[in-house]
Structure formats: C-alpha cells, structure tokens
C-alpha cells in the first residue's frame, strides 16, 4: 500500500466518524423533540410522571442528557427501554434483533451473489438469444419491483397455498421460517448482480487479451471462469452500495410481512410506541452499518483499481 | 472499338448473377437530423421503452379518468358492501370499510405519481442550483459545499425519512418534503459532474471572452447543455420517490385516513391478505407495473440521449 493510499484511507476515517457523530447530535435532538413526553403512559400523575423521568435522567438539561449518552454508548450502555420493554436494556434487545436481520441481509448477499454473477454469465455467454433476452427481462422485473411485494407473492403461494412454510416466524423454527424472507429479499440482490454481470462479461469478452487467450487455446472453462469472469467481477464492488441500501429498506418491509423479529420491526414498533432509546439505537445502528460498508466499498474499490478517488477524480 | 463492341452477340447466359455482395457497398451518408430527431429514432428501436412509455401514459390516463368517471367516491364508506370480491359492479372489489376499489386504487395512483412529481420537481430546483454553483465556482466553495453533501448522503434515506415523518405530522405537504430532503442530492451530483465537464469547453470561454457575466454563462451556455442528464436523472428519480412513499406507507407513516395512496392501499391490504388477497396484489401489481414502467422509459431514455451515462 502506497503512502496515498493510506493517506486516503485515514481521509475517509475521518469523514467517517465525523458524519457519525453528526447523525448520533441530530438523531438525539430528533427525538427530544418528539411531541409529549417519552413515557406514555396515561394514567400516570404529574408527579409520578416528574419522579420517573427524573430518575431516568430525562429533567436534565438536553446537553448533560446528550454528555451522558455518549458516555454510556462508549461502554456498550444504549439505555433502557421506556415502554415496549420496560427497563429491558436496550443493547440486548437491539443485538438480538440485529442478529436475526444480519443473518438474513448475509444469507441473500450470498445467495443473491452466487445466481446473479450464474445468470449475468449465461446471458453474456448467450449474448442476443433469447435466454438473453429472457435474462434481461428477469433482471429488470427484480430491479423494479419492490422486495415487499415478492415477499407477499412468496408468502401467498409457499405458506397460504402449498403450506410448505408457516406464515409467520416462529423461533421453534429459526431456519424454516427464515427461507421465504430471505428468498423475498435475495430478488432484488440477484437481479442487479445479474444485469452488472452480464454488461461487464460482454465488454471483457470483445477485449483483445480474450482473443489471445483464445488464440492459445485454452479450453472455454479456464477461458470464462479464470480469465473473463475474474476481471469482470471486479467492478461488482460499486454496486455493492446500492444493494445494501436495498436490503435495508427490503428487510424493514419483508420483516414485517414476514413477521420476523428483526432490526426493521423493532424499528418500526418503537416508532409507532414512541420506545426513544430503541429508536434512537435502531437508527444509528442503521446509520452506522450504511457508513462503515460504504467505507469498506470505497478503500476496498480505491485498493483495487488505483485509478478511482472518490471525491477526487471528479476535480 | 463501337464497332468492335457491335459485332458481339450477348446471350442471357453471358452473365451469372453473383448473389449479393454485402462488403462492395456504397457508403450512406447519413442525412444530417436534429439531436432531439435522432434521439426519438433511437429511443423507438428500443421495444422496452416504447412500452414502458405506453403503459405509463396509461396508468397516467386511468389516474386522472377513472376516478372521475366511476360511479363510487374513494370515501363512500358502505358497511353493507364489505370486503366483496371483484365483480361487475365493483370492478377491483371493495375493501374492509365497504369502499370501491377501483376508484381508491385510481385515487391512489394518482395521489402517488402526484408525491412523486412534486418530490422529484423540488428535487430538480433544489439539486440543480447547489449542483451549479458547486461546480461552477469550485475551489473553496466546491470543497465545502461536497464535504457537506457527503454527510447528508451518507445518512441513510430511510433512517433520514423515518425519522423525519416520526417528528412531522404525516400529511402530503411533509412526504413531499421529506423525500425532496433526500433525494435532491443524486440530482446535484450529476448537475456538478456535467458542469465540470461542460464549463471547460471552448464555446464558454468564448463566451466569457466575450464579457459575459456568470450568471450569463451558468443559464445561457451551461443550463441548456446538461439538459438531456437532467432529463435522464428526473426520470430515474421519479419511480424512487414513489417506491419511497410506498414505503412510508407501509411502515406506517403515510397518508393519513381516508386518503389513499398505491402504499396505503397496500398496507391496508396486508392487515387481511390472506383472506383476501386481492386487496393487497391489484394496488402492488399496479405499483410494480408502474416502477418497472419508469425504469424502462428512464433507460429507453438515458440509451436515447446520453448513452455515457450508462456507467453511473
């Protein structure tokens, strides 16, 4: 690794964890200003109400509240739960929940990675045919459709008609309740893999080092798969982006129809229970995940193909 | 040598027709056309486009008619008419409150593609100046203006709309702030990219050779070159912002009751999908056909104007 490299490396850090801390300042002032107050509960007095908040900190001025919640988040504390879980710490409930929506965000990477560069070569290879055609028109279907409406097609055909999966979660089940949400959500995945594939194989097939490897008379499995589809792929990495920011809307909505205790339901229920501390958890969890993956693309691709700086190239 | 020529008798056999010879051909010269022509000539070999494009000035269509020409309001409540299936009269059936449909999925269509284009308009304005000035000017301003776009971008939309509806109250005015709020930024992106590109060219140092004043080149000479991307970007941008409020819709943060939009009718659906599917798959077809329909038309489009762009 260069000096530059590292030099732009410690650059990204940086804008890293500023960001971060500017999305933890607005997240926080977001929810305290949230209309009434963050324990609901009507049939609670006034002075009840005073004494419970005052013991969870909450009379304090908003930057010793802000000063402490940083504190307590460097030591892995993110505050208890006000009203879904009472006094539950929060940290738990969202580690729990993170690693069901981890598990099912992996899983389609994976599976979504593997068909979509299959598909993307297939079309490539059977350029202008039909299967070409019939590719392109699997790949555009998955990119425009929303992952919400094949986990409900999914869900009609695999649980309510054939009854080969239960229709909810269920943790007696962990993994056969886990194959439709993640079939739902690898669609989307597959689908941009396949269409990113297959115009990257096509312009690295017409390259003149291909005609050499063919003129040597390499067989035409060491010729897709060690020569053409190794430098097609690298590319891949910039729709890494796009398809993480898929899968975190994808899970949000897929984990409600599909009833999946998940990162994107306790988000969702916190909401609608105005829960602040797991609001506030959930989304710079979010936040958090988005800028570190994206930090990862970007070194990763700046490694790969020296020539892109992000930020930089441009100027 | 003519009369040489004279004395030769021809026979039908003399000559042998060759087939055709493909490579001895004369070159055409193509006819000079307008851009714009020669952009409608491409955009209508592509099949996938041209139907995006039709079945977009359909769904536009029964947005604006159906509702206006059916016999039921989107908010007749009719406790005797719950939850029918689809027949003759209620075309798309009726839903748990006993309203009809056909006319609510309409309403909602057009309530959807009406978010849709208000974000996306906003979106325009607000990411095309900040996206010219950027670009334009440079330097300093450039370097802090996308220090400051970089960390708005690297919020994550649905944290930043979730969060945003969760303070707001949810009504029309707010999605369509919420989503401009986030997705004005794409916009501005490809607008500095374009005017780095454009404003390095010789017709603009002419022109400023000339005297002309920023403000004179930003609008004269740049704006009407990056047209075609800004075209590209609007329609890429619109089936985001409808996917978006279906979104909220469905998490919950939508329109408020009785309003229907193509996400609440959907979320709606979802509460009994089992028992009647059709209330939840006719609004999420029509919201699929839609998306699928604006991502054709957007790269019939982009393949039409600026086949450049293909790498963005």
Known sequence: MSKSTLKYIGKRL?????????????????????????????????????????RYGLDQPILTQFVNYVKNMLTGDFGVSYNMYKDMPVASLVGSAAKISFMYGLSAVIIGGVLGTLLGVFAAL????????????????????????FAMMILILFASKLHIFPTQYSSMNPIGSSIMPVM?????????????????????????????????GLDSKTLIFKHALRNALIPVVTILGPILVNLMTGTM???????????????????????VNIILACSFLYAAMYIVMMLIIDVSYGIIDPRIRLGKEDS | MDANLKNIEFLPDDFEFVGDKQDISIDVVAPAKPAWKEAIGIFSQNKGAVIGLIMIIIIVLLAIFAPIL?????????????????????????DTN??????????????????????????????????????????????VMQRIQEIINSIPTLVVLTLLLMVMKSSLTTIVFALSLTEWIGMSRIVRAQVLKVKEEEFVLASRTLGAKSFFIIFKEILPNIYSQMIIMIMMSIPNAIFYEAYLSFVGLGLPVPNASLGTLINDGFESFLVYPYMMLIPAVVLSVLMLSFNLFGDGLRDALDPTMKEM
């Open chain 1, 253 to 275: 909505v897929v984990e409600k129809i599909c009833g999946v205790p998940g990162l994107g339901k306790l988000l969702i229920n916190s909401i609608l229970s105005n829960d």
């Open chain 1, 126 to 149: 059977h350029k202008n045919t039909i299967w070409d055609t019939l590719a392109t028109v699997i790949s555009v279907i998955g990119v425009s459709v929303p992952s919400f409406v």
């Open chain 1, 184 to 216: 739902a959500l690898s669609v989307g995945v597959i689908a941009n893999v396949a269409r990113f594939t297959r115009t990257e194989m096509v312009s690295v097939m017409n390259s003149e080092y291909m005609t050499l490897a063919k003129a040597k």
């Open chain 2, 70 to 94: 059916s016999s039921w309001e989107f908010d007749d409540l009719n406790t005797s008419l719950q939850s029918i299936s689809p027949n003759l009269e209620h075309w798309f059936g009726t």
């Open chain 2, 98 to 143: 006993g309203r009809d449909l056909w006319v609510r999925l309409w309403t909602g269509a057009r309530i959807s593609l009406f978010i849709a284009v208000c974000a996306v308009f906003i979106d325009v304005i607000v990411g095309t100046t900040y996206g010219l000035i950027s670009g334009y000017f440079g330097g300093m301003v450039d370097s």
């Open chain 1, 14 to 54: 940086l804008i890293s964890l500023v960001t971060l801390f500017v999305i933890l300042v607005v997240l926080f002032l977001i929810v305290k200003l949230l209309p009434g107050s963050p324990i609901n509960n009507e049939r609670l007095s006034e002075t009840q109400r005073a004494a419970i908040e005052a």
